[in-house]
């Protein structure tokens, strides 16, 4: 069974724990190592550090053959921000709390795809290639004042990525250069609906709204454009506060702080991250859980809420959170994650569910493909199915991977019976 030990060696949180002694030259060190989703290491990414608390602050490295950089820290019980970009690879955005003397090191996961810059500032991640070379035509249009372009661009977009909040706010720009307000308002109000927050958004749908003379909604634009204006600065500040008396120790309290900024603004991610850190240490894995997902709603990789989604599930004892999470820490937990999706996926095979038995399987073998007996125990699940080809294909991948395996011998007979002897 998975135990909370377990849980305890796999994690590593938000804040960093230092391991050893602080260097004399500098306080906090972070040895960072960049992987793809295999666990490969990737050279050449950029890493750009910076911090709102410290504006001096501004170190870039770019890792070497191992996908290892380091960057040192002046100042620990500081929020500092990542940015890690490589062409062919989404450029991952993250933050961390340093809160201890000493060095550690911490495992980032880049997914292969495109990053584009938004025509409004806010950063934008796109899983389509096509989706991405039409937002960056659509910037590329916009910054030429070539709204036509632009619009259509934005469409195409929107095409491939209906959900891209992002090309949503874009679009609701453009269509107000181009004197559509209608069209610029409702493009606004779907950008908001999908999430943002961004202050971009609500100007322009208020700036749509009075130019088409409806004064009711001009009125509640303006009204959502102060409040949220006052909330952002709002959340800062009370995120700020439970970061004070985290470092004093009271871990209710701060998690109350955190509770409240996420109130005034959902999207602040150092927020969901505290809320989610001292949500598990305080006996409240349901609220880590919830934090951790809307992370990965916009960082799919991130490590750090990866891990606590996994100690979340483990408290909760969901396993379907628990075999996402391990899928997701693979790259950088191999053999933790091996372990653990097989258990969960006997417990399946064993209870007899083939549905679940199925796709546990299938899940060992995305982190494990040649595991000889996942795909014997999956042939057979098929074969009591009555899913002959999909019997064949396992089966007979079983017996390349393990031809002496003592259940070889079933296999063949099963492949022979079958007619595929």
């Known amino acids: 069974m998975l135990t909370k030990k377990s849980a305890l060696i796999c994690s590593l949180i938000l804040m960093l724990m230092a391991a050893g002694m602080a260097d004399a030259a500098y306080k906090g060190r972070l040895i960072g190592v960049i992987v793809d989703p295999d666990g490969k290491p990737i050279e050449g990414v950029t890493v750009m550090a910076t911090s709102d608390d410290l504006p001096a602050f501004n170190e870039t490295r770019v890792t070497d053959k191992k996908g290892v950089f380091k960057i040192d820290f002046d100042e620990i019980n500081v929020t500092y921000k990542y940015q890690f970009s490589r062409n062919g690879y989404i450029t991952l955005l993250t933050e961390q709390v340093w809160t201890k003397d000493g060095s550690a090191r911490h495992y980032f996961t880049l997914t292969p795809g495109e990053s584009v810059v938004g025509a409004i500032g806010e950063a934008v991640v796109v899983a389509s290639s096509a989706a991405a070379v039409a937002y960056q035509e659509a910037v590329a249009a916009f910054e030429a004042k070539d709204y036509v372009t632009a619009e259509a661009k934005l469409e195409e ?136 997902k809307r992370i990965l709603v916009n960082n799919p990789g991130n490590q750090d809420a990866l891990r606590l989604s996994y100690n979340a599930a483990l408290e909760l004892q969901d396993d379907e959170m628990l075999i996402d999470a391990l899928v997701g820490l693979a790259p950088v937990e191999p053999e933790a994650a091996k372990k653990n999706l097989w258990v969960l996926a006997m417990a399946a095979y064993n209870a007899n569910d083939n549905e679940k038995s199925k796709d546990r399987f299938a899940k060992v073998l995305q982190v494990d493909p040649n595991n000889a007996q996942a795909h014997y125990l999956l042939g057979l699940v098929y074969l009591g199915e009555g899913a002959n080809d999909e019997t064949r294909e396992h089966l007979g991948r079983f017996l390349a991977l393990a031809p002496d395996d003592p259940d070889a011998a079933s296999a063949r007979e099963i492949l022979a019976y079958l007619g595929d002897s």
């Open 157 to 292: 977009t929107l095409e491939d990525e209906p959900e891209l909040r992002q090309a949503w706010t874009a679009l609701s720009v453009v269509e107000l250069e181009q004197e559509h307000y209608a069209e610029s308002a409702a493009a606004a109000e779907t950008a908001i609906e999908l999430g943002s927050t961004d202050m971009a958004v609500f100007r322009t749908r208020w700036e749509a709204y009075r130019l088409a003379g409806d004064e009711a909604k001009t009125a509640e634009a303006q009204a959502d454009l102060e409040r949220f204006g006052q909330l952002a600065e709002e959340a800062k500040r009370i995120y700020n506060e439970g970061v004070a008396l985290l470092k004093t120790g009271d871990k209710e309290g701060a998690f109350v702080k955190f509770e409240q900024a996420l109130d005034a603004d959902p999207n602040l991610e150092p927020a969901l991250f505290a809320a989610a850190t001292t949500g598990l240490e305080t006996g409240r894995p349901a609220v880590t859980a919830d934090a951790a």
